[in-house]
């Protein structure tokens, strides 16, 4: 194993029940340390999935999976210590305040007093959000939800974060905050984050790794410029997905 | 943990508080339906010619037997007595008219010297139980057989007969405890005479007996027979108390639908937080329900003619069984929110099986009108283990021991819920 590599995948696979055929296929992957990972791909290619299994949502049906060194069937929870999730879809009590719902999740990861109040207003702060502490979730616009959710996964200062899809379905403002926001938490507490997407025009931009995947199986992974270096043909890592694959992403 | 635990707590407090419409059900509901179930009972059951039949009294008789049999008429209460007209005492005449036009079903005169009288022919009869040489040495007074206490009784023209044979063996009944006084008191004079030992006075002869009501088939022999309000007030707070499964169960669901499970258990050791936290909050619930609904048999339905739910010596009791029930329905709300996999089947699912548990556990029709069948069928039912201990207290004023078996059998029920959830979760993980 690589020295900083902090999540490293073996052969992982997923049979749900009663399908055709797995949602992630022998999957390899090693994250390194600090690094902003993205594993991109079309609707259903497993990336939920993957990213459902490191969270220890769900097990997995075959294969080896390591987080800091832990085992993720072994150490489950030493491991959801350390990781923060926000889930593809809004993970919150509508009926709740925005404060309110923070607070619980605050509770649940054991913070709580001061340290906790302080740390839900930076965070609505930091998003914009600070007058709308004690309205409720269902007054919230889309974008603001996301944001929401999304603060709710990192009040406990999380070593990896893991985001999937964090951007959908919001304006370009909304968009270019929450990437900015987990840029400066990369880059200023050398936190891992992993997200997913599959609008590879914004990956390309954000992500120093990535991983493309299909129908659950890896078929290319690298750092975004290199990989445009490396198919000439290729302007965008659009064009090297429809290269490999001979399909086209969605929207 | 116990932050946790505290925080979960408060936030289903929360969500359910805003639930405006899931805490009317649970209130207003019950409420509604033990208002309309108690009338609906007491019209059907009673029969109109029973209740509230006015009568007309002209008391002339000065002493014990006159007034015996006005309080007797006053406090037996189907009768409305009425002993003046527009503030004067009607005469005989006006009496015997009032009746004829209906507009009082029965009217009384007590003759001037009834108790009088009643007095005598008990002395003599009780003089004649004495061998002819020793009467003289009863100094009885001068006594004579002429005279019987009388009293008229004038019938509405309409009333039937099996009435009328029921107010005159109400008559009887309430002048029995002033002849039987009489009796005591005159034993008492001769053996002071005879003897010279002093006697205290003897009384409460209306309630020598105790007339316990039951039905004759085999399996009813030990059913008890609560009035409407105690019968509604239990059985409908019973009713409430299990709905919650329906808010209960949408919520565990709504947490599994909208991934906020997911996010829980990403956070280690908030899932048993979050199920202690439900189990709370509706326990709580349960508990507040059944202590609204105790006030409105108390308080409430007394207002609107109906009997008053007495709790007597029982509060104990009654908290305990209380707890037992809420738990119960706690735990079946979490195993329906755990094995239903959407909304609208743990709704449809949920409410289904807790009529039917209702209807077979007395709840609508209680279990002493039921046939012998459904009268074992009916033990099954977690509500009517609830029910049972709510009639032993509030008929036979039982204590924690007298409910005991009930207790147990809700907190099995409630266990069984909770391990049944467990085993599913775990068997659910290891399938998906
Ligand atoms: N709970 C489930 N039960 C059965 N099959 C599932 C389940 N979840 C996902 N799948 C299947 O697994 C495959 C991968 O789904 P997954 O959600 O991981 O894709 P995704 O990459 O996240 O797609 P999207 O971009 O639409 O979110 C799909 O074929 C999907 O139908
Ligand atoms: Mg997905």
Redesign the pocket.
């Known amino acids: 194993m690589e020295e900083n590599v902090i999540i490293e995948i073996n052969g992982l696979t997923k049979w749900?029940?009663n399908?055709a055929k797995p949602?992630?296929d022998h999957l390899n992957l090693a994250i390194r340390k600090g690094e902003i990972f993205g594993l991109l791909?079309?609707?259903?290619?497993?990336?939920?999935?993957?990213i459902s299994i490191l969270s220890t949502q769900i097990s997995d049906s075959e294969g080896k999976v390591t987080v800091n060194g832990l085992d993720l069937k072994k150490d489950a929870d030493q491991i959801k210590k350390i990781i923060g999730i926000v889930p593809?879809d809004i993970a919150l009590y509508p009926t709740l305040t925005a404060k309110e719902n923070l607070d619980f999740f605050g509770h649940m990861y054991g913070l709580h007093g001061k340290a906790l109040d302080d740390k839900i207003r930076q965070c609505m702060q930091d998003f914009g959000l600070e007058d709308r502490m004690d309205k409720k979730i269902k007054t919230f616009s889309g974008g603001m939800k996301r944001r929401v959710n999304l603060i709710a996964g990192i009040l406990h200062n999380p070593r990896i974060l893991i985001l999937?899809?964090p951007t959908v379905g919001i304006d370009v403002q909304s968009k270019i905050v929450i990437l900015e926001y987990l840029k400066n938490m990369n880059k200023n507490n050398g936190i891992t984050i992993i997200y997913?997407s599959?609008l590879m025009e914004e990956a390309e931009q954000f992500c120093s790794q990535i991983a493309i995947i299909d129908e659950?199986r890896l078929i290319e992974k690298g750092n975004p410029a290199k990989l445009i270096e490396k198919y000439e043909s290729c302007n965008n890592l659009e064009d090297i997905f429809l290269l490999l694959t001979g399909k086209r992403l969605r929207d | 943990m116990w932050l946790k635990y505290i925080a979960s707590t408060k936030k289903e407090a929360l969500l359910l508080l805003r639930d405006k419409a899931g805490l009317a059900m649970l209130f207003i509901m019950p409420m509604a339906l033990v208002f309309i179930m108690s009338l609906l009972q007491d019209s059907t059951l009673k029969k109109l010619e029973e209740q509230n039949t006015p009568v007309i009294v002209i008391n002339q008789d000065t002493g014990s037997f006159g007034k015996s049999i006005v309080e007797g008429l006053e406090t037996a209460g189907f009768f409305i007595v009425s002993q003046q007209i527009n503030g004067k005492t009607p005469s005989e005449e006006d009496l015997r008219q009032l009746v004829n036009e209906g507009k009082y079903r029965v009217g009384i005169i007590i003759r001037p010297g009834a108790t009088e009288a009643l007095r005598q022919k008990i002395k003599y009869r009780i003089k004649q139980q004495f061998p002819e040489e020793e009467r003289k040495l009863l100094d009885l007074g001068a006594i004579s057989d002429t005279t019987l206490p009388h009293v008229d009784v004038y019938f509405d023209p309409v009333t039937k007969s099996n009435f009328k044979h029921a107010v005159i063996s109400a008559l009887r009944q309430f002048s029995a405890g002033v002849v039987a006084e009489m009796v005591f008191d005159t034993y008492a004079d001769l053996l002071n005479e005879l003897v010279d030992i002093q006697l205290k006075q003897a009384g409460g002869f209306d309630e020598m007996i105790d007339f316990t009501q039951q039905y004759a088939t085999p399996e009813k022999k030990n059913l008890i027979i609560p009035n409407s309000t105690q019968h509604n007030v239990p059985a409908w707070t019973i009713f409430a108390m299990f709905f919650i499964v329906i808010p209960l169960a949408g919520n565990i669901i709504h947490e599994r639908e909208s991934g906020l499970s997911m996010r829980l258990k990403t956070i280690p050791g908030s899932n048993l937080a979050v199920i202690m936290g439900k189990t709370t909050v509706y326990f709580i619930v349960g508990i507040l329900q059944a202590g609204f609904m105790l006030l409105i048999g108390m308080y409430i339905l007394p207002l609107f003619g109906m009997p008053m739910l007495r709790i007597g010596s029982g509060l104990f009791a009654f908290m305990i069984i209380t707890v037992s029930v809420s738990l119960a329905a706690s735990g079946y709300g979490i195993l329906i929110g755990t094995i239903a996999t959407t909304q609208e089947q743990s709704s449809i699912f949920g409410s289904i099986s807790v009529v039917i548990l209702a209807a077979i556990g007395g709840i609508w029709v209680p279990t002493f009108m039921m046939s012998g069948l459904m009268i074992t069928v009916s033990r099954l039912s977690p509500l009517n283990w609830g029910l049972n201990g709510y009639y032993d207290i509030f008929l036979r004023s039982a204590g924690i021991s007298d409910i005991l078996h009930y207790v147990l059998l809700l907190l099995s029920f409630f266990l069984g819920c909770i391990f049944l959830s467990y085993l599913y979760n775990r068997y659910k993980k290891m399938k998906?």
């Open positions: 749900y029940k399908a949602a992630v791909g079309p609707n259903g290619a497993g990336k939920t999935t993957t593809q999937d899809e997913t599959h659950g | 998906s």
